[in-house]
């Protein structure tokens, strides 16, 4: 029997070394686009053009970053950004909490009916109501040229399937907790705040971060509402500058580290929640 549990173990460590060597593999193949664009954005155009490619500047010129900026009014594409996503994350994560908890505590007619409906809209594809949404919003609201039809949306569930990550997660949480909050006097405010809400802050930090992933790389929408040059955000202000330095690709790839890196910062502040919650959510139905 010891010979049989020392080739078993023998065996899985054999996989578990190798499950770690896929690992590495994937990680080099994941990292290694944006390692490139921060490598080019420290090279000039000869060095870019040189073949074979190296691995590595031969000067690395910060300067470059400098340079850029000059041209790529980075930090008001930034500003006009957030006054898209801080509004639209905090409106659509608390909309959806509401909605999650609605759906998955309360009883009311039409419920069943109501959240199918909920769930299908994510089949829909974004360009069938695209048109329709473009019309409502510049000819029947009069909102052209505006954040507005880029925030309000968010003020109305924050998303189907945002709605639908936080009903299974306030599943996992036993209905004990509200029957008892409910002898104490405690209604479906009280229970949602001060039980519901601590308990599901991992998923509700999964929908943040989501929604601003969303926000922050939405090109169509936000090219299609927003024409003037001082409202642009760094998605639109991206391609444009993409567009007007076609040949100068150093400072292209400047301009694009700049333009994911906070998006970068912000997933590692919250990645933690974020696997949690994702890891969590679902595990109850």
């Not at 790529?72 to 905090?90: A, C, D, E, G, Q």
């Not at 009069?142 to 880029?150: A, F, G, N, T």
């Not at 006097?185 to 999964?206: D, E, F, N, S, Y």
Request: net charge positive; glycine share 6%; proline share 5%.
């Amino acid at each position: 029997m010891s010979a049989f549990y020392q080739r078993l173990k023998r065996r899985e460590s054999i996989l578990d070394t190798a499950a770690f060597a896929g690992l590495i593999v994937i990680t080099v193949i994941v990292i290694f686009p944006v390692w490139w664009i921060f490598r080019s954005s420290l090279m000039n155009n000869a060095e870019l053009y040189a073949w074979p490619p190296k691995l590595l500047p031969q000067k690395w010129l910060f300067s470059n970053y400098a340079e850029s900026l000059k041209s790529f009014p980075f930090w008001r594409y930034l500003v006009n950004t957030m006054l898209i996503i801080v509004p639209s994350v905090t409106a659509g994560t608390f909309t959806a909490t509401l909605c999650g908890y609605a759906f998955a505590r309360l009883r009311f007619p039409g419920k069943r009916i109501l959240f199918s409906l909920c769930v299908g809209s994510m089949l829909l594809p974004t360009m069938v109501t695209l048109v329709p949404l473009y019309v409502m919003w510049t000819r029947g609201l009069h909102l052209v040229d505006s954040y507005w039809p880029l925030i309000l949306p968010f003020f109305c569930g924050g998303g189907a399937f945002n709605i639908f990550l936080i009903r299974q997660f306030i599943y996992t949480i036993p209905r004990e907790l509200d029957e008892a909050a409910r002898i104490d006097g405690a209604g479906h405010w009280r229970i949602l705040t001060r039980i519901i809400m601590p308990a599901i802050k991992p998923a509700m930090i999964v929908v943040a971060l989501l929604l601003f992933i969303l926000l922050w790389n939405d090109l169509l929408q936000q090219t299609v509402y927003i024409n003037s040059t001082e409202k642009f955000t760094i998605a639109i202000g991206l391609t444009q500058f993409k567009g007007s330095l076609y040949s100068d690709w150093a400072k292209i790839m400047c301009a694009t580290c700049m333009s994911f890196l906070p998006g970068v910062i912000i997933y590692l502040i919250g990645q933690r929640q974020f696997v949690e919650g994702i890891a969590l959510t679902g595990m109850k139905n």
